[in-house]
């Protein structure tokens, strides 16, 4: 059975950890990034196919809900 990978990363300097970790003196944030083919692997587009971030939406996802916390 797959399952998705969840991964730390620092939002300043993209450190990427597999458990939970201190960078820049701030806690990392927690991405659960899908499973592979997932459509939240891609970067963002608009209704015309426009790139509106080249981030994937897993990792937006990601800051805004560090941002409600």
């Known amino acids: 059975m797959d399952q998705a990978q969840v991964i730390f990363i620092c939002p300043i300097c993209f450190l ?6 201190e960078c820049h ?3 990392m944030v927690i991405c659960e990034t899908g499973l592979p083919g ?3 692997r891609k ?3 608009d209704q015309f196919g426009n790139l509106v971030s080249r981030a994937p939406l897993w990792y937006l996802e990601a800051l805004s809900r560090g941002r409600a916390a």
């Open 16 to 21: 990427v950890c597999v458990s939970e970790a």
């Open 25 to 27: 003196q701030h806690q």
């Open 38 to 40: 997932d459509a939240r």
């Open 43 to 45: 970067p963002v587009t």
